[in-house]
Each structure stands twice: as structure tokens, then as C-alpha cells.
């Protein structure tokens, strides 16, 4: 040691030693920058900086022993060899190479150990190599030991600044390991220099001035160090910068792409995976190589907005990439980032609820409102078109019998069906439960649209036939065509439907046209729907009495009440006529009510023996409070509830058939009596008959009044009698006409019975001013 120290500070000029040291410290500063920024690089950028490091290390330690060579002050002037020098600085880079190769990204203790013994070795053989290309007249000798220990010495240092290295962090992981690498250097050095003996030998060298080399050997070695130290480190800072620039690129889920001049300098992988091709395709091809705009225009690059653009040549049409620009100095120069976004999923979903929106969940034709728009817009086009109203037949009872589930399952037939039946450019809408409308484009004349209607009809009666199939239904259409029958949306759809009503009341499963005097009938319909809105509040209904009669004696066992309408106008509408169509508009409910208060208050005026029947609507039944309104019109009047009955159809039970149940079994508890009305027109269904224990059932007229020419009418009613008698519920016969009809109900033993052979529904017949009652019992 003292040897080493004695060596270094008599027979070393200091100032050089100072310079080399610090060509030693920068270097191994540098060195370990170098290899920090190596562990962050992908594996081939990793070892393209390792050559580095390695060639920064062997040039700078070779630095360091050169100038450390040149401080010693020899008594003899000295040379050097040139090919030796070289070959000693690439022993040296060499070495240094290995070990940092061997060292690894993350390398255990062990590994240390193994690169320092390269570091080391490499250190030694630049240093020989080095001393041997001395020309001097001079032998040299070493003393082996020092420098076995000097080597030794030098490993350690070595190892524990790679160890160093791989266990710190920060400015920790630079200082500690250079330091520990000048120490591992300097100490071979100096002690190898101490080891070493120059023996004058004039035989060898030959005489040169050793200063004059030496003047500008050191800043020529110092500064070439210096630079490539400074490069060294100035790509490494570099390449830290843009390395993070581009894991940052990575690192956003947005394709990225930058260009310059139009073409493509940098791309992120989400790019390539998007466009599926590699980065290296994309790179130097222009935006527009890729992408094109919605309408199928080039694509530009956009100025500060973002537009929507889709893959060049895609067949997706939901594929959709919104791109934004802005403009960013990269790598020196203005470029421009286009931000690539995926808006398929988002575009698919927009899409689907729009579509939601406009359609109608169930059979995906469009709904009300986007029927409205089309409609407006074929009128504001211009161009003649049909509009066809369609509504199904049947459908309301296969939906009450079948269940909704199987109801559903028809209207996704039927729109099958017209979907086929249209052409591409036509709309078919579901407006309505069981309504339909189309619109038929570039129809010349009203032939095009019989021939629409008629295919309709024609396929409807092939798919859907009623003899095979119970869930069959029809259609009935009406048409209306623009602008010939309404140049507005409202005018023609009203027409339409008029049309439409036409088609029902013939008989349902036709087509029927818009013309002027279905108008007139529609208008004259419209306006006894407002009269009819009116006639309570006008008292203009009125209630007539038909008697009931026990068929064996004619005696009077009650009236039943039958609603009149005397029109200021039209006179008296029959409740056919006006009934139907109360129903339809819900005025029922309100005339119902009256009815019932009105003939509850009459039958309380009369003997405690007669009762009063009420007919009662199927709507009524759709309102909760029917049993309530009886109990108000029973306590109001003061009626007995035995004297009421109520008369009600089968169709009751159709629509909401256990609401119904609850009401009629509610009225029942009251004392009320219920009678099955019409039986036999309608499904005559036993299950009704089952469901409920009515009070009686009442035979429709239209078997009665061919009882005594038709047999099979006889033969319904004897039925309709033995069916009555198994349930225990009494029949009465209605439209009683004559004696042979009265005659032939009693042989069939039908207690009671209800006509005009009886007596014709009039007014109050206990009035004061009322004339006698017309019941008989002749026969
Ligand atoms: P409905 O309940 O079956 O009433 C019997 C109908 O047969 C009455 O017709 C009556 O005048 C008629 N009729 C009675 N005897 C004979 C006869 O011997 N021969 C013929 N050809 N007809 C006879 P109307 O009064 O025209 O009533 C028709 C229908 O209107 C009733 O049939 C009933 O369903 C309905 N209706 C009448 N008033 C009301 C009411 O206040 N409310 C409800 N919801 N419906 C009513
Ligand atoms: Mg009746
Ligand atoms: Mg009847």
C-alpha cells in the first residue's frame, strides 16, 4: 500500500493524475447511465446500448490509463506502439462487452460476481497490453504478487459495484456503482504502476522526447473522451425522451398515428391492430391510404375538428372511427397526431335505440311516430302514394281464448306477412293493437293499390285459414290515395280509416276505397257519435218495459228494461244502432248507469212480486265499480235486490274474464239475480255456463222465431232447454211471436218467456196515465 501511494504521488506528475481521475469519474458516471437506460429498453435496443456502454467504459478506462501512464515520470523518454495501443482499447471495450452482456437485465449476486471477474480481467489485460506497446530503452519487469492482489482488489470493487447497481434505485443506482468502478480501476492501476519496474536497457527503444508527445497526447485523449462520454449520455438522455414519448403513445387506448407532410412518421400498435396490419406497413402511407369519409369521400386530414370516418373498402357499416387532430412539435417538427377512436359498439348501440325508438319492439316494423314522419315527408315530397289502414279480424277473441303469448305470435305472422307483401320502399307500421298501416309509394292510379290490397287479402287467406288453423285471423283494408283523397296527414288517414270501416261493415276481409259518400256516411257517423255524447245531458233516452211471462199461465212475473233514443232529427234510433257505437266511444258506461238508476227508481214504484231486468254492457265490465253502482242504484231507489236482475252477454267474460267473475259473483252476494242473455248466438260456451251460476238463461230470438218451421232451430232450443235444466238455470225464450211459438216452447217445457205475442217493450206500465198491460195467456 505504501508502495502504491509512494508510487503515485513521487513518481507521478499530480496534475495528470487529477485529469485522468476525472476522465475516470465521468466515464464510469456515464457507464452507469448508460446501463440504467439499457434495463428500460426493449431487448434489442437494450443491447445496442450495452456496445455502447461498453465502448464509453474501454475508451474511458483506457483514457484514464493512458493519461495515468503519461503522468508517470519516468527517466526515460517513452513511445508508444501504436497497433498495441489500438489492441489494448479494444481488449478493454471487449471485455467490458462480455461482462455487461453477461450481467443481464436483473442479475442475481452470483452473476455480479462472474461480469466483475470479466470487468477486472478486461481492466488488466488493456493495462499489459498498454504497458507492452511502450517503446522505451528500457525492459520492464512486474512484481507478480501486488498485482495479484491489485486484481483481486479490483474484482471486489467490480462486483460490488454491479451489486451495487442492481440493488439501488435513483441517483443511488449511478454513484454508488461509479464509484465503487473508479475505485476497481484506479486501485489496479496504481498498484500494477507500483509493481512495475523499468530496467534501463539501451539496447531497446530508441531516444525520443517523451514531452513533446505528451503535450498533446492529454487534451487530445481528454477531449475525445469527453466527447464521447457527452454523446453517450446525450443519447441516452434522447432516447429516455422519446422512449417515454412512444410507452406513452402505447399506453392510451386510442389508435395513435403521427404525420408530417401528409404521411404517416409514427403510429402506436393499437393502429396496427385496428388497421391489422404491422406498424411498419402504416409507416410513410398517408391517412387517406386507410380511411375514407361516411360518404365515401377521400379522407383529409381534419383541421382541429374531428370528423367520423370508416375503414377504406370496410363492408361493415357500423364501422365507424371518429378522428381528431391537433398539432404538436414532434422530434422537431410540426406534425399532426390523429387520435383514432373506435365508435362501432358505440354507433351499434345508438343505432339500436333509435331503432328501438322508431319501432315497434314486438314485430320490429316502425311505430306511430315514425309513421307520422314518413307520412309527412312522403306528403311534403309530393309524389302520389297510397296510404292502406289495415285491421285484423278476429284478432281480439284469439287473443282472449289463445292467450296474449299466442296473440303475440299472430301479430309477428301477420307482419310476416304484409313485410312480404310490400315492396322495399314502402312502410309497413303497427300503429295499434291490432292496426296496421302501409304506405305505398309511386302509385300512378288506384289500380296499384287494389293490387297491393288484393295480394294482402290473397295471402292472408292462404296462411291464415281459419279451417286449419283456430289462430287464423283476417284483415279488412281501407285505402285512401294521395293526393286525391287528402293532401294532409290527417285528412288521409281519416279517410283511410273510413275506408277501413267501410270494409268491416261489408263483411269484413276486403278492401275497401276512400270515396265521397263513404265521406258523407263517416261525417254522419261522427256526428250521431256527438249527439249520442249529448243525448243523456238533452234527455233524450228513455226507457220502454217488456214484459216477462211465466209461459204456462201469461201472468207477468217482470219488465225488462230496453233502452229508446228519440233523435230531435233522425227520430228514434233503435239500440242496435246506437248501442254498438256507445260502446265503441265508452259512452255506454255513463248510459249504462242512468239506465240502470233510472229503471231501479220505476221498478221500486211497482208490485213487490215484478221484477226489473237490466241489460248490461260487456264494457261496463271494464269499469271496477259496476257492483257499487248497483248497490247506489238499489239503496237509492229502495228496490228490493231480489226484483233486480241483470242481463248480461257471453262476451263479458272475453276481455278480463276473472275481473268479471269477481264483479258478477260481488252483484250475486247483493240478491241481485244475473241472466245469461242471447244464448246461443255468441260462443255458447258451456265453460261460461259452468263458471258462474246465472239465474237463467235467456234463448236468443232467432232460434225462437224458426222453431215451429226449422227443425234443427227446435232442435237448439230443446238443447239449449236439457242444458239449462242440467245446470239448474231456468230458460226464458225470447221473441216470443206467436201462439204455435208459445204452444211449442211449452211443450219443451221453457218456463218463461219474453215477445211481442206477449206484449211490445212500452212505457212505464204502472203508471198513472199508463194503458192496460198487454201480457196474455191464451193457448
Ligand atoms: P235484448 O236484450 O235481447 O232485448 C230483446 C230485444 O228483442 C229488444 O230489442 C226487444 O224489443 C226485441 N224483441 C222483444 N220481443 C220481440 C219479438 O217478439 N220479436 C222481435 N223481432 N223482437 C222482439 P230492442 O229493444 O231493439 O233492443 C235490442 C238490444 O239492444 C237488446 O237486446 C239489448 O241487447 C240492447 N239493449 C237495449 N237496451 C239496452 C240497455 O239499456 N243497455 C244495454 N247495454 N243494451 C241494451
Ligand atoms: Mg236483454
Ligand atoms: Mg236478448
Known amino acids: 500500500m505504501f508502495n502504491v501511494l509512494e508510487c503515485v504521488i513521487y513518481d507521478h506528475d499530480l496534475r495528470l493524475v487529477l485529469i485522468a481521475a476525472l476522465v475516470c469519474i465521468l466515464g464510469n458516471i456515464c457507464l452507469f447511465v448508460v446501463l440504467n437506460r439499457s434495463t428500460f429498453c426493449v431487448e434489442t435496443r437494450r443491447r445496442h446500448w450495452l456496445v455502447v456502454a461498453a465502448l464509453a467504459q474501454g475508451v474511458g478506462v483506457w483514457a484514464t490509463h493512458f493519461v495515468a501512464m503519461l503522468a508517470y515520470r519516468g527517466a526515460m523518454p517513452i513511445r508508444f506502439d501504436i497497433a498495441l495501443t489500438l489492441l489494448s482499447v479494444a481488449i478493454a471495450v471487449g471485455f467490458f462487452w462480455a461482462s455487461f452482456r453477461w450481467l443481464g437485465k436483473a442479475p442475481t449476486t452470483a452473476r455480479c460476481a462472474v461480469a466483475a471477474a470479466g470487468a477486472s480481467i478486461g481492466v488488466a489485460a ?125 399506453a392510451t387506448l386510442e389508435a395513435l398515428a403521427i404525420t408530417h407532410d401528409g404521411h404517416i412518421v409514427e403510429v402506436n400498435h393499437q393502429l396496427g391492430d385496428l388497421l391489422g396490419v404491422s406498424s411498419g406497413a402504416i409507416l410513410g402511407s398517408a391517412p387517406g391510404d386507410w380511411f375514407v369519409r361516411l360518404d365515401g369521400s377521400p379522407f383529409a386530414v381534419p383541421e382541429g375538428a374531428s370528423v367520423e370516418a370508416r375503414l377504406r373498402g370496410a363492408a361493415d357499416e357500423d364501422q365507424i372511427f371518429e378522428i381528431g387532430t391537433r398539432t404538436i412539435e414532434y422530434r422537431g417538427r410540426s406534425c399532426q397526431v390523429l387520435a383514432i377512436r373506435d365508435l362501432s359498439d358505440r354507433k351499434r348501440a345508438q343505432r339500436a335505440i333509435e331503432h328501438l325508438a322508431s319501432h315497434d319492439a314486438l314485430t320490429d316494423l316502425a311505430n306511430r311516430s315514425q309513421f307520422t314522419l314518413t307520412l309527412d315527408d312522403a306528403i311534403a315530397a309530393g309524389t302520389p302514394f297510397a296510404l292502406l289502414a289495415l285491421d285484423l279480424d278476429r284478432f281480439k277473441a284469439v287473443n282472449d281464448i289463445f292467450g296474449h303469448a299466442a296473440g303475440d305470435e299472430v301479430l309477428r305472422r301477420v307482419a310476416d306477412l304484409l313485410r312480404a307483401a310490400v315492396r322495399g320502399d314502402d312502410i309497413v307500421a303497427r300503429v295499434g293493437g291490432d292496426e296496421f298501416l302501409i304506405i305505398q309509394r309511386a302509385v300512378t292510379a288506384p289500380d296499384d293499390a287494389r293490387r297491393l290490397a288484393t295480394r294482402i287479402l290473397e295471402d292472408f287467406a292462404e296462411e291464415m285459414d281459419v279451417a286449419r288453423d283456430p289462430m287464423a285471423v283476417g284483415v279488412s283494408i281501407g285505402v285512401a290515395l294521395f293526393p286525391a283523397d287528402g293532401a294532409d296527414a290527417k285528412t288521409l288517414q281519416r279517410n283511410a280509416d273510413t275506408a277501413l270501416y267501410r270494409a268491416k261493415n261489408n263483411g269484413r276481409g276486403v278492401a275497401a276505397f276512400f270515396d265521397q259518400e263513404m265521406d258523407e256516411l263517416a261525417r254522419e257517423r261522427r256526428a250521431l257519435e256527438h249527439d249520442l255524447r249529448h243525448a243523456i245531458g238533452r234527455d233524450e233516452l228513455r226507457i220502454v218495459f217488456q214484459p216477462l211471462v211465466a209461459t204456462a199461465f201469461g201472468s207477468i212475473v217482470g219488465y225488462e228494461a230496453l233502452l229508446r233514443w228519440d233523435h230531435p232529427e233522425r227520430g228514434e234510433v233503435p239500440p242496435d244502432d246506437f248501442i254498438p257505437i256507445a260502446e265503441e266511444i265508452g259512452a255506454i258506461v255513463q248510459i249504462g248507469e242512468w239506465v240502470l238508476r233510472r229503471a231501479c227508481m220505476t221498478a221500486a214504484t211497482w208490485p213487490d212480486t215484478i221484477s226489473v231486468a ?74 261460461n255456463l259452468k263458471a258462474f251460476p246465472f239465474d237463467k238463461i235467456k234463448i236468443d230470438k232467432s232460434f225462437v222465431s224458426s222453431i215451429d218451421n226449422d227443425e234443427a232451430a227446435r232442435s237448439i232450443v230443446r238443447a239449449i232447454i236439457g242444458l239449462g235444466r242440467s245446470f239448474n238455470m231456468p230458460i226464458v225464450a225470447e221473441g216470443v211471436e206467436t201462439a204455435a211459438q208459445r204452444q211449442m216452447l211449452l211443450d219443451e217445457g221453457c218456463p218463461q218467456a219474453q215477445g211481442y205475442y206477449f206484449g211490445h217493450p212500452a212505457a212505464d206500465p204502472y203508471a198513472d196515465d199508463a194503458p192496460p198491460r198487454g201480457a196474455r195467456a191464451d193457448g
Open 614 to 687: 237490466v241489460n248490461v254492457s260487456t264494457i261496463q265490465f271494464q269499469v271496477p265499480n259496476l257492483p257499487t253502482l248497483v248497490r247506489d242504484a238499489l239503496q237509492e231507489s229502495g228496490l228490493d235486490p231480489h226484483r233486480l236482475e241483470l242481463e248480461i252477454t257471453e262476451t263479458a267474460f272475453l276481455r278480463n274474464r276473472q275481473g268479471a267473475l269477481r264483479a258478477l259473483h260481488a252483484i250475486r252476494d247483493m240478491g241481485v239475480r244475473v241472466a245469461m242473455d242471447d244464448f246461443g248466438t255468441g260462443y255458447s260456451s258451456l265453460s
Open 126 to 250: 488493456m493495462h499489459f497490453t498498454g504497458m507492452a506497446s511502450i517503446i522505451a530503452p528500457a525492459r520492464v519487469t512486474y512484481d507478480l504478487v501486488p498485482i495479484l492482489v491489485s486484481l483481486l482488489l479490483s474484482w471486489l470493487c467490480f462486483w460490488g459495484a454491479f451489486v451495487a447497481f442492481a440493488r439501488s434505485a435513483g441517483w443511488q443506482r449511478i454513484a454508488l456503482p461509479a464509484a465503487l468502478a473508479v475505485l476497481a480501476i484506479v486501485v489496479l492501476h496504481f498498484t500494477a504502476m507500483s509493481a512495475t519496474t523499468l530496467v534501463p536497457d539501451p539496447t531497446r527503444g530508441d531516444a525520443l522526447g517523451g514531452a513533446a508527445s505528451r503535450d498533446w497526447l492529454v487534451p487530445a485523449i481528454v477531449l475525445a473522451n469527453l466527447a464521447l462520454v457527452a454523446l453517450a449520455l446525450t443519447g441516452s438522455l434522447i432516447d429516455r425522451w422519446l422512449t417515454d414519448a412512444h410507452g406513452l403513445a402505447e
